[in-house]
Nanobody, 116 residues
């Protein structure tokens, strides 16, 4: 069974930075395309960034230039560097497989709160 453990969320002021991490256990991590998702209160969960096994990256338009996704296959970890935080980035952030058909059970996520 695959377990996802996200960390790194915090309460920060607008313009600040955070680095989120997600450790994946129970999977051959290097074979998985990975994504970071977020869910704001009252809204649906959305994909914000993805990284393939080859290292190709994807970003939703609203985060381009501010978010950077990376992976460390040796540590089974996918990270998300978030700069220039905005109040609208406030959400619970999750990681999971990039392909919906391969989603694992969701972890607890990590809360990012941005104050204006």
């Amino acid at each position: 069974q695959v377990h996802l453990v996200e960390s790194g969320g915090d309460l920060v002021q607008a313009g600040g930075s955070l680095r989120l991490s997600c450790v994946v256990s129970g999977s051959i991590f290097s074979r998985n395309d990975m994504g970071w998702y977020r869910q704001a209160s009252g809204k649906q969960r959305e994909l914000v960034a993805g990284i393939t096994i080859r290292g190709d990256t994807y970003y939703v338009d609203s985060v381009k230039g501010r978010f950077t996704i990376s992976r460390d296959n040796a540590k089974n970890t996918v990270s998300l560097q978030i700069n220039s935080l905005k109040p609208e980035d406030t959400a619970v952030y999750f990681c999971n497989e990039l392909r919906r058909s391969l989603w694992w059970d969701w972890g607890q996520g990590t809360q990012v709160t941005v104050s204006s």
